[in-house]
């Protein structure tokens, strides 16, 4: 069993890996990151035009996917999806299911997390520019699964989709990036002074 590192937290780490080691930890870690997930999904706002509301979904899974690495993030996202498939009304307007219009961008962030994760493994939530290219190329893995899902689901056009399901959220997305930037390397600089 591991014990939490005396030296600064090294490349090749998650911060999830700063907790000591245990299948325990592992799982509470998943089943957190879908719960986060699954509340985040509920603060909602809808914006006129749009089927597609802006919430705060897309930040958790991506927090998610840098805290807890490419497994635990995949496993946490999937968790997610097959616990809304089920029927527990956890994603976006309290919808669940797998056949809703918006299912895309679940697909898209089960995706996201996992290749955000990756990336957090090498090092890329470490400093502010590396952890805002991250959050972008997580987004950008939402919207290119979700956005396509839309158009496909609903009948729409592809431009109609991405005015309908990319173009109103780049605001609210960067916003979320500029949040991550500040929160992910400081959580970093603290573990690297309590180390």
Known sequence: MSTVSAAAPRTGSVLADLLPASRTKDIALVVGGAALTGIAAQIAVHIPGTPVPVTGQTFAALLVGAG????????????????GMAGVPWFANGDSGAGGALFGYVLGLLLASTVV?????????????????????????????????????????????????LTPFLLGDALKAALAMGLLPAAWRLAGRRG
Do not use: E, K, N, Q
């Not at 807890?68 to 616990?83: E, H, P």
């Not at 496909?152 to 056009?157: P, V």
């Open 68 to 83: 807890l690495g490419a497994g635990r993030g995949f496993l946490s996202l999937a968790l997610y999806a097959l616990v």
């Open 117 to 165: 994760g990756a990336l957090a493994r090498r090092g890329a939530d470490r400093s502010v520019l590396r952890t805002a290219g991250t959050m972008v190329l997580g987004s950008a893995l939402v919207y290119a699964v979700g956005v396509p899902y839309l158009a496909a689901s609903t009948g729409m056009s592809p431009s109609a989709a991405i005015a309908a399901g």
